[in-house]
C-alpha cells in the first residue's frame, strides 16, 4: 500500500521513462540516475565515450520538464563571463549605464558540454552556482532561479587540451553517471530509428514535469521514512572509504553521506516505497562514490577502478 | 502515533518471551548434563542450580541486548525494512509516516512467539532435553555412578605406571616378533630374543620374576652358535651349567630357558 502522492510520483517517472525511450534506446540506469538527480535537486556529471546520447538524454529530458534549459559547450577558450554572464553598457534615458545581462547560467536546467575543455577557471565559475545556487559578478550577487542543476558531460578519452575537474568541483556533483555502450539489440533499434525515419522531426514531447511539481517531488523525496539502520549503514560505507587506507588515498566527504541517503530515498520513491531499504543505499552508492574516491597506487597496480573498490568496499 | 507505539510495545513483548524462552531451554540443558555429571560423582543435583542460573542470567542478557525488529522481520518478510522504519518514525505525523504506520499495523497481525521461533531448532532442543532426562532417570534407577567403573578401570590399569595398558602385553612372550614386517630391521629370531629379553626385563619391573636370582645362576651359560645372523640360537645354560641349583629353582630356570628358546 502506497499514498497516492507516492503513487503519483512513480506513474509520473513511468511516463518520462516511456517518453524519453521514444528518442533514447536503453540507457535505463543513466535516465534512472538524472531524474534521482533531479529529484534531490542537485548535479549530475555524465561520462561516457562520445556517441552515447548524453548530450541527448538530458536534452530530451529538459524537454519533459517545464523548465528553463540552457546548453553550454566547454571550450578551452569559454570565459567565465561566457557562463555567468556579465555587465554591458547600454544607453538608456538618463544616458549610459551598465546593464548586468545575465549568461546561460541563468536556468533551471544547465548543460555543461564536455566541461573538462573549459579551463580551470571556467570551471571554477560553476563552483559557486553548483553549491549555493547564486552567482557574484563584480560587486553584485544574483540569485539563481530554482530548481537548478547542472547537467554536465566529460569524455574519458582524448585527455590532450583537456582539463580534468578540480576535487572540490567533483565533489560538488552528486552523481557521476557513467554511460556505456549499448547492447547489440539496442544497437540495432537505434540504427533503425536513425536511419529509417526522419530525425530531425523526431517524436512530439509534451512536457509533464512543471516547476510545482518538481517542488513537490523534491520535498516528497525528503519526507520519505528511513530506518536508523539504513543511516548508519550509508555513514559506515562513505566512512569506509576514509579507513581502507590500503585502497583508497583520499575517501569521500560528508556530502558524500547526505547525498547517498538522499539518493536512497529518490530510489524508494521511484521504486514507488515509501521506506529505503539497504538495496537502494547499495545501488546508488556506485555513482556517488566513484568520483569521490581516489584510489592509490597499491589499487591502481592492480588494476582496480573505481568500481572494483567500491564492490570491495559493499562486501 | 500511539497504536502504532502500543503495537510495537507488543512486539518487542513477544522478542522478549521467545528471547527468554530459548535462553531457558538452552539453560535447562545446561541444567540436566550438570545434574548428571553430579549425579556421577554423588554431589547434590541442587548444585546444578548454579550453573544453571548462571547461564540463564548470562544468556538472557546478552540476547536481550541483541533484540531488535530485525528478528521479526527475517521470520517474515513482508514487514523487511518497513517494521525499523517505521519503529524509528513512530512521532512523525506527515502523510507518508503515518502511510507506513498503517501499513505496518496492518501486517502487524502476522507476528507471533510460534512465527518467530524457530521451531526446528527448538524441537531438537526439546528432544534433548527429554534425551537428558531419560539418562538421568535410567541411571538413578540403576543406581549407576562413577564409583561402579573404578575397578573396571583400575584393572586395566598398570599398578606401577598408572598408564592403561593391555594385559596380554606384558606376558605375551612374542607381542613384538609376531608383527608383520618386525623383521625389517635385523634377522628375525634375533628380534625375537630381543622380544624375549625384554618380556623377561617388564615381567622382573612387574615384580613377577626375579630375574638377578637367575642371571647369576645362569652364568657359564654358552650358546651354540655365537655368529650374528647364523642359524637359530639356542641357549644350553641348563645342561652345561656348573652351578648347584635347587630343584625349584631349577624347573623355573629351565622353564625360562625353554621359554626363550620358542621360535
Given at each position: 500500500?502506497?499514498?497516492?502522492?507516492?503513487?503519483?510520483?512513480?506513474?509520473?517517472?513511468?511516463?518520462?521513462?516511456?517518453?524519453?525511450?521514444?528518442v533514447?534506446?536503453?540507457?535505463?540506469?543513466v535516465?534512472?540516475?538524472?531524474?534521482?538527480?533531479?529529484?534531490?535537486e542537485s548535479?549530475?556529471?555524465?561520462?561516457?565515450?562520445?556517441?552515447?546520447?548524453?548530450?541527448?538524454t538530458?536534452?530530451?529530458?529538459?524537454?519533459?520538464m517545464d523548465?528553463?534549459?540552457?546548453?553550454?559547450q566547454?571550450?578551452?577558450d569559454?570565459?567565465?563571463?561566457?557562463?555567468?554572464?556579465?555587465?554591458?553598457?547600454?544607453?538608456?534615458?538618463?544616458?549610459?549605464?551598465?546593464?548586468?545581462?545575465?549568461?546561460?547560467?541563468?536556468?533551471?536546467?544547465?548543460?555543461?558540454?564536455?566541461i573538462?575543455?573549459?579551463?580551470p577557471?571556467t570551471?571554477?565559475?560553476?563552483?559557486?552556482?553548483?553549491?549555493e545556487?547564486?552567482?557574484?559578478?563584480?560587486?553584485?550577487?544574483?540569485?539563481l532561479?530554482?530548481?537548478?542543476?547542472?547537467?554536465?558531460?566529460?569524455?574519458p578519452?582524448?585527455?590532450?587540451?583537456?582539463?580534468?575537474?578540480?576535487?572540490?568541483?567533483?565533489?560538488?556533483?552528486?552523481?557521476?553517471?557513467?554511460?556505456?555502450?549499448?547492447?547489440?539489440?539496442?544497437?540495432?533499434?537505434?540504427?533503425?530509428?536513425?536511419?529509417?525515419?526522419?530525425?530531425?522531426?523526431?517524436?512530439?514531447?509534451?512536457?509533464?514535469?512543471?516547476?510545482?511539481?518538481?517542488?513537490?517531488?523534491?520535498?516528497?523525496v525528503?519526507?520519505?521514512?528511513?530506518?536508523q539502520?539504513?543511516?548508519?549503514y550509508?555513514?559506515?560505507l562513505?566512512?569506509?572509504?576514509?579507513?581502507?587506507?590500503?585502497?583508497?588515498?583520499?575517501?569521500?566527504?560528508?556530502?558524500?553521506?547526505?547525498?547517498?541517503v538522499?539518493?536512497?530515498?529518490?530510489?524508494?520513491?521511484?521504486?514507488?516505497?515509501?521506506?529505503?531499504?539497504?538495496?537502494?543505499?547499495?545501488?546508488?552508492?556506485?555513482?556517488?562514490?566513484?568520483?569521490?574516491?581516489?584510489?592509490?597506487?597499491?589499487?591502481?597496480?592492480?588494476n582496480?577502478?573505481e568500481?572494483?573498490?567500491?564492490?570491495?568496499?559493499?562486501k | 502515533?500511539?497504536?502504532?507505539?502500543?503495537?510495537?510495545?507488543?512486539?518487542?513483548?513477544?522478542?522478549?518471551?521467545?528471547?527468554?524462552?530459548?535462553?531457558?531451554?538452552?539453560?535447562l540443558?545446561?541444567?540436566?548434563l550438570?545434574?548428571?555429571?553430579?549425579?556421577f560423582?554423588?554431589?547434590?543435583?541442587?548444585?546444578?542450580?548454579?550453573?544453571?542460573?548462571?547461564?540463564?542470567?548470562?544468556?538472557?542478557?546478552?540476547?536481550?541486548?541483541?533484540?531488535?525488529?530485525?528478528?521479526?522481520?527475517?521470520?517474515?518478510p513482508d514487514?523487511?525494512?518497513?517494521?525499523?522504519?517505521?519503529?524509528?518514525?513512530?512521532?512523525?505525523?506527515d502523510?507518508?509516516?503515518?502511510?507506513?504506520?498503517h501499513?505496518?499495523?496492518?501486517?502487524?497481525?502476522?507476528?507471533?512467539?510460534?512465527?518467530i521461533?524457530?521451531?526446528?531448532?527448538?524441537?531438537?532442543?526439546?528432544?534433548?532435553?527429554?534425551?537428558?532426562?531419560?539418562?538421568?532417570?535410567?541411571?538413578?534407577?540403576?543406581?549407576?555412578?562413577?564409583?561402579?567403573?573404578?575397578?573396571?578401570i583400575?584393572?586395566?590399569?598398570?599398578?606401577i605406571?598408572?598408564f592403561?595398558?593391555?594385559?596380554?602385553?606384558?606376558?605375551?612372550?612374542s607381542?613384538?616378533g609376531?608383527?608383520?614386517?618386525?623383521?625389517?630391521?635385523?634377522?628375525?629370531?634375533?628380534?625375537?630374543?630381543?622380544?624375549?629379553?625384554?618380556?623377561?626385563?617388564?615381567?622382573?619391573?612387574?615384580?613377577?620374576?626375579?630375574?638377578?636370582?637367575?642371571?647369576?645362576?645362569?652364568?657359564?651359560?654358552?650358546?651354540?652358535?655365537?655368529?650374528?645372523g647364523?642359524?637359530n640360537?639356542?641357549?644350553?645354560?641348563?645342561?652345561?651349567?656348573?652351578?648347584?641349583?635347587?630343584?625349584?629353582?631349577?624347573?623355573?630356570?629351565?622353564?625360562?630357558?625353554?621359554?626363550?628358546?620358542?621360535?
Amino acid at each position: 500500500m502506497t499514498t497516492d502522492s507516492i503513487q503519483k510520483a512513480k506513474d509520473a517517472f513511468d511516463y518520462i521513462t516511456s517518453e524519453i525511450g521514444k528518442v533514447v534506446v536503453g540507457q535505463q540506469q543513466v535516465i534512472k540516475q538524472i531524474i534521482i538527480a533531479i529529484l534531490t535537486e542537485s548535479n549530475a556529471l555524465l561520462e561516457g565515450y562520445p556517441g552515447l546520447a548524453k548530450t541527448l538524454t538530458v536534452s530530451t529530458l529538459s524537454k519533459l520538464m517545464d523548465l528553463k534549459f540552457s546548453r553550454i559547450q566547454g571550450t578551452p577558450d569559454l570565459m567565465p563571463s561566457d557562463v555567468t554572464g556579465t555587465y554591458v553598457l547600454e544607453e538608456t534615458k538618463s544616458g549610459r549605464e551598465f546593464k548586468f545581462q545575465p549568461g546561460p547560467i541563468f536556468a533551471n536546467v544547465v548543460l555543461m558540454d564536455e566541461i573538462n575543455r573549459a579551463t580551470p577557471k571556467t570551471q571554477s565559475a560553476l563552483l559557486e552556482a553548483m553549491q549555493e545556487r547564486q552567482v557574484t559578478v563584480g560587486n553584485h550577487t544574483y540569485k539563481l532561479e530554482r530548481p537548478f542543476f547542472v547537467l554536465a558531460t566529460q569524455n574519458p578519452i582524448e585527455q590532450e587540451g583537456t582539463y580534468p575537474l578540480p576535487e572540490a568541483q567533483s565533489d560538488r556533483f552528486l552523481f557521476k553517471i557513467k554511460t556505456d555502450y549499448p547492447s547489440f539489440n539496442d544497437e540495432v533499434d537505434i540504427v533503425t530509428r536513425y536511419t529509417e525515419f526522419d530525425e530531425k522531426g523526431g517524436p512530439e514531447l509534451k512536457p509533464l514535469l512543471k516547476k510545482d511539481t518538481i517542488f513537490k517531488l523534491q520535498q516528497l523525496v525528503r519526507q520519505i521514512p528511513i530506518a536508523q539502520d539504513i543511516k548508519r549503514y550509508a555513514v559506515e560505507l562513505v566512512k569506509k572509504t576514509r579507513e581502507r587506507k590500503e585502497l583508497i588515498e583520499y575517501g569521500a566527504s560528508p556530502r558524500a553521506s547526505i547525498g547517498l541517503v538522499l539518493a536512497a530515498k529518490a530510489h524508494a520513491l521511484l521504486d514507488g516505497r515509501n521506506y529505503v531499504t539497504k538495496n537502494d543505499v547499495r545501488e546508488m552508492v556506485y555513482p556517488i562514490l566513484r568520483h569521490r574516491i581516489i584510489i592509490n597506487f597499491e589499487a591502481e597496480r592492480n588494476n582496480f577502478n573505481e568500481d572494483d573498490v567500491i564492490g570491495y568496499l559493499l562486501k | 502515533m500511539e497504536i502504532l507505539k502500543q503495537a510495537l510495545k507488543q512486539v518487542k513483548q513477544i522478542l522478549f518471551f521467545v528471547s527468554f524462552f530459548t535462553s531457558l531451554i538452552n539453560s535447562l540443558i545446561v541444567f540436566l548434563l550438570f545434574a548428571l555429571l553430579f549425579f556421577f560423582f554423588h554431589v547434590a543435583w541442587i548444585y546444578a542450580l548454579i550453573p544453571f542460573f548462571v547461564f540463564l542470567g548470562h544468556t538472557t542478557l546478552r540476547s536481550m541486548r541483541r533484540i531488535g525488529y530485525y528478528d521479526v522481520e527475517k521470520k517474515i518478510p513482508d514487514l523487511e525494512w518497513r517494521l525499523r522504519t517505521s519503529a524509528d518514525n513512530a512521532d512523525r505525523k506527515d502523510e507518508l509516516a503515518m502511510d507506513l504506520h498503517h501499513d505496518v499495523l496492518q501486517r502487524l497481525h502476522q507476528v507471533s512467539a510460534a512465527r518467530i521461533m524457530n521451531k526446528k531448532q527448538t524441537i531438537s532442543k526439546i528432544a534433548t532435553i527429554l534425551g537428558l532426562c531419560f539418562l538421568l532417570v535410567f541411571f538413578s534407577l540403576n543406581s549407576v555412578h562413577f564409583d561402579d567403573f573404578i575397578p573396571a578401570i583400575q584393572q586395566g590399569m598398570s599398578p606401577i605406571t598408572g598408564f592403561f595398558v593391555k594385559e596380554s602385553n606384558l606376558t605375551d612372550v612374542s607381542f613384538f616378533g609376531d608383527e608383520d614386517g618386525a623383521n625389517i630391521y635385523t634377522e628375525e629370531d634375533q628380534i625375537n630374543y630381543g622380544n624375549k629379553e625384554e618380556v623377561v626385563e617388564l615381567n622382573q619391573m612387574l615384580g613377577l620374576v626375579d630375574i638377578n636370582k637367575y642371571n647369576r645362576d645362569g652364568e657359564g651359560k654358552t650358546f651354540k652358535d655365537t655368529a650374528i645372523g647364523s642359524g637359530n640360537r639356542e641357549a644350553l645354560g641348563s645342561e652345561n651349567s656348573k652351578e648347584k641349583i635347587g630343584d625349584e629353582d631349577k624347573q623355573i630356570v629351565n622353564n625360562y630357558f625353554r621359554s626363550i628358546n620358542q621360535p
